[in-house]
Every structure is written in structure tokens, then in C-alpha cells.
């Protein structure tokens, strides 16, 4: 399907894996980096930096970004599973890239433009919570997916503009030193057909507190799944399986006969919310058991995490040490 292209994407440790990030992102990827000959998925601590002050966060939440793809069975003898910055190539080629990348387009991106009209909605310096991490964000995003020679960037919508970034950054640079020396990448937006809803109905989200995350230990998962909002309709009326969270939720991870059955049980009527909330509990539980153990192992033994994440930080060094030493040939007249 991917033929001989490389794919590559990031993740970002800022949470708990939960079980949107599951289903919009984490199964895809998961199912990518297992098709795809050549596929990078590191996990992007230095992007998260701009917002997380604290480094014992982001060193939790990078082990469990990396539990999680383990646990959910990325091939990582195939794919390349590393932490962005335990590639010193990272910085150097950010660097360069600087001096490509024209101000203006930085002004155009869309996440800092969002904390500039909050701060102007709010009567506060336009400037105000901004630091040059979250400005130049873009910069190290396309040094990110400059690097590898990567073709196809599968990303959710909201970081479409910044791998359309990538794409001026790389254009601006062979402009200037010459045509063949980056990659162009094209970005591939994951189809999910709506974002999973949360426990209250909105977006399941770390920012509206309303998420459940994949790896609840069975108690939690039951006390947060019976907390899912409803309407007030009675056991017997009829309901609209694709208004309801509890359905929504309940078909990713069912199979078709258990779907339908569950379809059924929603629009016939006779079926409370309740019993609803319960099935769902069960199928979770049921689907996430095995995952569960070996992610409790990992994080239990960090070790386990460390050594993959370091044999491929190794492999994806090769190709950085080739680029960086393309590029600042170019740019510089010798390799850095
Ligand atoms: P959050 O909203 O919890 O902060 P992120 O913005 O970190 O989540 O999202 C990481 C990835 O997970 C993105 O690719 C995003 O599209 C996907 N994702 C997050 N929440 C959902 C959701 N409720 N439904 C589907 N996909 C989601
Ligand atoms: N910015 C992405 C996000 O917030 C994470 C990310 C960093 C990324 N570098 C990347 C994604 C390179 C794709 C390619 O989700």
C-alpha cells in the first residue's frame, strides 16, 4: 500500500493515552508503521517542551506513549520506534533550517495565531505566554519530517498546515542550494469519520477532562464508563445509536455480529442505559486485557522501554547523519 515510501509521524507526550487518541490515532499509526517498508514514529518530547514544564511529566508520559504503541503491537523490529531527542541531528538541522524559513510564515501558523486572539479577546499583550518553542514550532516539525526523506506524513487535521510547512520549508531550501536535496513530504489525513466523544458528550479530550484512558485498571474503567452522560429515555424507548457515546464506543472495539446486535438492542427499545453501559465495560475490559499486562509490564520495567527506544534512536541516526551532512555541505561547504 505505502510501496517503497517512507511514512513517518509524531506524537506528542502531553497525557494519558486515551481512547480517542486509540481510535484517531494510535490504531492507524499502529497499522502504518506495521505495512509500511520504511516507518518513523518517534515520540516528540521537544515539542512538548514549549508546554510542559515539568520533566518528570514528560518523562512518564513518554513512556507510556511508547507502553502503549508497544503494548498495542507496533512491530518495532520493523518499524522504528524512537525518542526525538536522542537525535542530536534534530538540532543541527532546526538550525539550518532557520535560516530558510521566512518570519512570515510563522505568523500564519494557526496554533500560535489561537493563543495570540485569545490573548487579544482577553485585553493582554498579543505576545503575551508566548514563547519562541511554541513560535518556531513549525521549524522543528519540518526538521522532524526532513530529516528521514520522508514521503507521507499521516497526521490528524489540525497539524495539516504545519506538514504544509514542511513543504515551504523544504520547497525554500532547494530553491536556494539546489532541487534534489530534500524530499518534499505530502501529508495523509487519517479519516476518522467523527472525533469519539468524551464521558459529557464533547470531544473526548485531556483539555475538557471528559477522556477514559486506554489502560484503566478494570475498577476505574467500570466507575468512568457508568459515568458516560445520557439522556433521560427509559429502558423501553427507542434510542438512536449514533447520538449515544456508550454506542459510539462500543463499535470500535466489538465485532460486526456484536455491533449489529447492540444496533438492534438501541433501536428496538428494551434495553436501559445502564445494561448498555455495562456491555460496554465488558467488551473493553475483554478487548484490552491482554495489551493491559504487557503495557503495567513495560512500565514496570522501564528498562524494556529504554532499549528499544534506543536501538531506534541508532536506526534512525544513520539516515539523519546522511542528511544533516548533505544539507550542511550544501549550505556550509563541509559536512557538520
Ligand atoms: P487531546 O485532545 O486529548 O489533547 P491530542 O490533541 O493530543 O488529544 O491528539 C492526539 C491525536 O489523537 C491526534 O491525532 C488527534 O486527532 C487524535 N484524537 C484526539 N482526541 C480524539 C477524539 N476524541 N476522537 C478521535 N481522535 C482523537
Ligand atoms: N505536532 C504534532 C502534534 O501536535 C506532533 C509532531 C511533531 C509531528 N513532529 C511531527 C507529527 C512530525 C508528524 C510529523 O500532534
Do not use: C
Not at 507510556?64 to 507496533?74: D, K
Not at 465488558?282 to 532499549?307: S, V
Amino acid at each position: 500500500m505505502f510501496d517503497d515510501k517512507t511514512v513517518l509521524t509524531g506524537v506528542k507526550p502531553t497525557g494519558t493515552p486515551h481512547l480517542g487518541n486509540l481510535i484517531g490515532a494510535i490504531k492507524p499509526v499502529i497499522e502504518m508503521g506495521n505495512q509500511a517498508e520504511k516507518a518513523f514514529i518517534f515520540i516528540a518530547d521537544l515539542h512538548a517542551l514549549n508546554a510542559v514544564r515539568d520533566s518528570s511529566l514528560i518523562q512518564k508520559w513518554t513512556y507510556e506513549v511508547a507502553a502503549t504503541y508497544m503494548a498495542l503491537g507496533l512491530d518495532t523490529d520493523k518499524a522504528v520506534l524512537f525518542r526525538q531527542s536522542d537525535v542530536p541531528e534534530i538540532y543541527k538541522l532546526t538550525v539550518l533550517l532557520m535560516n530558510v524559513t521566512s518570519k512570515g510564515l510563522m505568523n500564519r501558523s494557526h496554533a500560535y495565531k489561537a493563543v495570540v486572539a485569545d490573548n487579544e479577546a482577553n485585553g493582554k499583550d498579543p505576545d503575551f505566554g508566548v514563547n519562541m518553542g511554541l513560535f518556531t514550532y513549525p521549524v522543528l516539525m519540518a526538521a522532524d519530517i526532513l530529516l528521514y526523506n520522508t514521503d507521507l506524513v499521516p497526521v490528524g487535521r489540525d497539524q495539516k498546515q504545519h506538514v504544509e510547512m514542511s513543504r515551504d520549508i523544504a520547497g525554500s531550501l532547494n530553491n536556494l542550494y539546489g532541487k534534489e536535496l530534500l524530499v518534499v513530504p505530502e501529508p495523509v489525513i487519517q479519516k476518522v469519520a467523527a472525533a469519539i466523544p468524551g464521558l459529557d458528550g464533547r470531544k473526548m479530550s485531556k483539555s475538557y477532562d471528559n477522556y477514559i484512558p486506554i489502560f484503566d485498571q478494570p475498577k476505574a474503567l467500570r466507575k468512568k464508563i457508568m459515568k458516560i452522560v445520557t439522556d433521560s429515555k427509559r429502558p423501553e424507548d427507542p434510542k438512536d445509536p449514533d447520538e449515544s457515546t456508550i454506542y459510539l464506543l462500543y463499535q470500535h472495539f466489538a465485532t460486526t455480529e456484536e455491533a449489529a446486535a447492540m444496533r438492534e438492542n438501541f433501536t428496538k427499545g428494551g434495553m436501559g442505559y445502564g445494561d448498555a453501559k455495562k456491555a460496554l465495560f465488558e467488551l473493553i475490559d475483554r478487548e484490552m486485557a491482554e495489551p493491559r499486562e504487557k503495557y503495567y509490564d513495560l512500565l514496570a520495567n522501564p528498562q524494556q522501554i529504554e532499549d528499544v527506544l534506543m536501538a531506534g534512536a541508532d536506526r534512525a541516526r544513520e539516515v539523519a547523519q546522511e542528511m544533516v551532512a548533505r544539507v550542511s555541505k550544501a549550505m556550509l561547504g563541509r559536512s557538520i
